[in-house]
């Protein structure tokens, strides 16, 4: 993160997910390279996207990509048991390709339930803090402090002040 360093607000305060981001990167740990190399994109367009203005946003950035990415990687590990089993089952099912595919499946339905309900659960997990933490980011945003610009209002502002009605254009 950078700004002036003297802690009162001033000076352009950015966060990058790429670089500062934690969470996100220890995810990828044990992925493949291609999974690192799309994942780098998709926080490089995350980072985009959201453009966080601090630390506090940028964890909540970091968070977020590490939901996704974990859930993204839950569902390759899915996938590639499920291949795996459909390999495995296919060559000592005797039989014709039909009456195969038939038991493979009926055989998978059996592993799948007993796995899938803690796998579902998990996927639930990582969507509901994903949302979570995208409310929250949210929320931030619309509460994020407007830059000072110095004095100076946009043309279209009212120049009265709330409380004492002064016109801002007449102070001396």
Known sequence: MSGNGKGNGTGKKTWNLAKEGMLW???????SKELQEQAEQFVAQLQESVQPADALQGLLLDRMAASYLRKRLMLEAESATREHFRLQRTKEVPGSN???????????????????????????????????????????????????TKGKLPPNADHKLIEGGDDLTQTA
């Open 98 to 148: 039909e009456t195969k595919r038939v038991r493979v499946i009926a055989e998978s339905m059996a592993l799948q339930s007993n796995l899938s309900a803690n796998v579902r659960r998990y996927e639930a997990l990582l969507d509901q803090g994903f949302h979570r933490d995208l409310i929250l980011l949210q929320k931030l945003k619309e509460t994020a402090p407007v830059p000072n």
């Open 25 to 31: 990167k220890r995810v990828l740990d044990y992925a």
